[in-house]
T-cell receptor
């Protein structure tokens, strides 16, 4: 068990470009979460999947953001037409069905929009 | 909406001493969970300790313990025998029972003086 894996660790992009991040949860964890963390702040919840179903979305998740978990395993988070305000650390977490209140976090993807 | 407040942006303690980090929260729910997470520099968030609101007994994990005051909506973290490896950002988090996203405070930067 290698923990929650996120790829890439760092992404630099120009404003207006699309970016996609990947998260691989801990094996057999059926719940997967995305958070955004800006400098000097705590993480903010974006969205949550149970298996392949996206069950909860924060109002922070604008229409430029889309998340998928097609086979209930890995997940992708895409940001279209990036803006400088999207610069942040994007964190993924997962939890198992029998301990759903405990979330295990990945190291995050740091996005810089120039 | 639930909020989590950490009033200490930074705390400093001598190695081997004891330090207490403060956290207050606001909720009208009766079913919820509270957590302390540790985020070392450039590393992933690690769960330190958790507390179920229905449990009166304060949680402990080795050198880490909490003081959970439900009526006062206070959830402080005590670290005994501080070690250099304890240096990190510490985040207090709240999760409503039945919901899935965590609500985090802004964090406390803990410095360990050798």
């Amino acid at each position: 068990d290698t923990g929650v894996s996120q790829d890439p660790r760092h992404k630099i992009t120009k404003r207006g470009q699309n970016v996609t991040f990947r998260c691989d949860p801990i094996s057999e964890h059926n719940r997967l979460y995305w958070y955004r963390q800006t400098l000097g702040q705590g993480p903010e919840f974006l969205t949550y999947f149970q298996n392949e179903a996206q069950l909860e979305k924060s109002r922070l998740l604008s229409d430029r953001f889309s998340a998928e978990r097609p086979k209930g395993s890995f997940s992708t988070l895409e940001i279209q037409r990036t803006e400088q305000g999207d610069s942040a650390m994007y964190l993924c977490a997962s939890s198992p069905a029998l301990a759903k209140n405990i979330q295990y976090f990945g190291a995050g993807t740091r996005l810089s929009v120039l | 909406a639930q909020t989590v407040t950490q009033s200490q942006p930074e705390m400093s303690v001598q190695e081997a001493e004891t330090v207490t980090l403060s956290c207050t929260y606001d909720t009208s729910e009766s079913d919820y969970y509270l957590f302390w997470y540790k985020q070392p520099p450039s590393r992933q968030m690690i769960l330190v300790i958790r507390q179920e609101a229905y449990k009166q007994q304060n949680a402990t994990e080795n050198r880490f313990s909490v003081n959970f005051q439900k009526a006062a909506k206070s959830f402080s973290l005590k670290i005994s025998d501080s070690q250099l490896g304890d240096a990190a950002m510490y985040f207090c988090a709240y999760k409503m029972g039945g919901a899935d996203g965590l609500t985090f405070g802004k964090g406390t930067h803990l410095i360990i003086q050798p």
